[in-house]
């Protein structure tokens, strides 16, 4: 079984909608996947409910109440797991979820504001043992990039001199948003235009397969 978290300090920075990707993307690949919601909030939830009669399903778990009762949840034949983290959760809070993660992956807005935000949280990740041994890996995805951009362009030389590779750039798009609202994700279509934005999450696949 493999499990990767998505987690950021910073609220409002896509953390869902990558969670939501990463799951479908999973289980379109043929993999048993369930996607854990430890967000109060409950979209990946809904998101994996409005799923459920799709032969892609996500099995959804509640996971923003009793933390160690999830791994009891899982079924036996779980293959991937998708943890969607709470919305501003700082290290300590993610502990239970570190110890079984096999990756995390953190989204980071294009701008300075929100990256130096996110500074605090990364460097707690850094001191995490797990880390530090590497044991676990952690990844930044650059989302809602517009990569014509000065700002996109700046904010992704910043995060280039951050010990953690930049595993993903993700280009803005409603598309997401409306896709999301639909327990859909770009992987479940094969048009020209979303082949486009599918070629953006390779990075990021192969970084998690690794």
Do not use: C
Not at 5 to 13: I, N, T
Not at 22 to 41: E, K, R, W
Not at 113 to 136: M, Q, S, W, Y
């Amino acid at each position: 079984m493999k499990t990767v978290l998505v987690a950021s300090s910073k609220g409002g920075v896509g953390k869902t909608t990558i969670a939501t990707h990463i799951a479908a993307q999973s289980a379109l690949a043929g993999h048993s996947t369930a996607l854990v919601d430890a967000d109060p909030q409950g979209s990946s939830t809904r998101w994996a409910e409005r799923r459920a009669g799709m032969e892609s399903a996500v099995l959804p778990i509640e996971g923003s109440r009793r933390q160690r009762s999830v791994w009891r949840a899982l079924p036996a034949d779980a293959e991937r797991v998708v943890i969607d983290a709470p919305a501003g959760a700082m290290r300590d809070d993610l502990d239970a979820w570190l110890e079984h993660a096999d990756a995390v992956v953190v989204p980071v807005l294009p701008s300075a504001l929100d990256i130096e935000a996110t500074v605090p949280f990364l460097n707690a990740l850094a001191k995490h043992p797990r880390v530090r041994r590497g044991e676990l890996k952690v990844g930044l995805v650059g989302n809602r990039l517009r990569p014509w951009t000065n700002a996109s362009q700046q904010a992704l030389e910043l995060l280039a001199q951050w010990p953690y590779p930049v595993v993903a750039q993700l280009r803005d798009s409603q598309a997401y948003v409306v896709l999301v609202g639909l327990g859909k994700s770009l992987f479940d279509y094969q048009s020209q235009q979303v082949r486009e934005h599918q070629a953006d999450w390779q990075p990021l696949l192969r970084w998690l397969r690794r």
